[in-house]
T-cell receptor, first 114, second 113 residues
Framework: KQEVTQIPAALSVPEGENLVLNCSFTDSAIYNLQWFRQDPGKGLTSLLLIQSSQREQTSGRLNASLDKSSGRSTLYIAASQPGDSATYLC?????????????FGKGNQVVVIP | NAGVTQTPKFQVLKTGQSMTLQCAQDMNHEYMSWYRQDPGMGLRLIHYSVGAGITDQGEVPNGYNVSRSTTEDFPLRLLSAAPSQTSVYFCATNPGLGVGELFFGEGSRLTVL
């Protein structure tokens, strides 16, 4: 069974520092990996999607890397801002045909201190 | 372009009552899913659909029914609500198997007394 782990569960950083969030998964046979942001009381918003054949994806201040062989993905947020405060979740998509299953981590709750 | 729309946003039920959570999408996505999110448990898949007329069970299907008569709509029915079904429910869609991002609705917060 695919297990997805995000450590630490919560972290605080001063504004301007770079954020580094880690996601580990136990089975390297994945279709893709997606990073989401969730604000309190809201749904999940997709940040970046990395296909299994890719090593990284970038969008603005966000960069996500994928190392399937070691079962890890890292989300970098450059020059953090208070508006980056949220919970960040990663999810890996499993490759079974006709199966829309994703395995989610429990998230990193981030607070950026002004 | 509304994306994924869930109704209602909040609902309180008594044990044994039934209700339907609605999910509608305007992105013409084939795949639709229902998840529940509970503290300490993360997101768990309840049911999913790979197209109109086709549904299947996820990790935690007991107590829930789904149907998919159109591409746009994927309602989730609670047959006889139990306190263990108190949760936040999310509908999600994506365009195809193994490709494309997953798009979520804003969620429906359900409390069963």
């Amino acid at each position: 069974k695919q297990e997805v782990t995000q450590i630490p569960a919560a972290l605080s950083v001063p504004e301007g520092e770079n954020l580094v969030l880690n996601c580990s998964f136990t089975d390297s046979a994945i279709y893709n990996l997606q990073w989401f942001r969730q604000d309190p009381g809201k749904g999940l918003t997709s940040l970046l999607l990395i296909q299994s054949s890719q090593r990284e994806q970038t969008s603005g201040r966000l960069n996500a890397s994928l190392d399937k062989s070691s079962g890890r993905s890292t989300l970098y947020i450059a020059a953090s801002q208070p508006g980056d405060s949220a919970t960040y979740l990663c999810a890996v998509r499993l490759p079974s045909y006709g199966n829309n299953r994703l395995a989610f981590g429990k998230g990193n709750q981030v607070v950026v201190i002004p | 372009n509304a994306g994924v729309t869930q109704t209602p946003k909040f609902q309180v039920l008594k044990t044994g009552q039934s209700m339907t959570l609605q999910c509608a999408q305007d992105m013409n996505h084939e795949y639709m899913s229902w998840y529940r999110q509970d503290p300490g448990m993360g997101l768990r898949l309840i049911h999913y659909s790979v197209g109109a007329g086709i549904t299947d069970q996820g990790e935690v299907p007991n107590g829930y029914n789904v149907s998919r008569s159109t591409t746009e709509d994927f309602p989730l029915r609670l047959l006889s609500a139990a306190p263990s079904q108190t949760s936040v429910y999310f509908c999600a869609t994506n365009p195809g198997l193994g490709v494309g991002e997953l798009f979520f609705g804003e969620g429906s917060r359900l409390t069963v007394l």
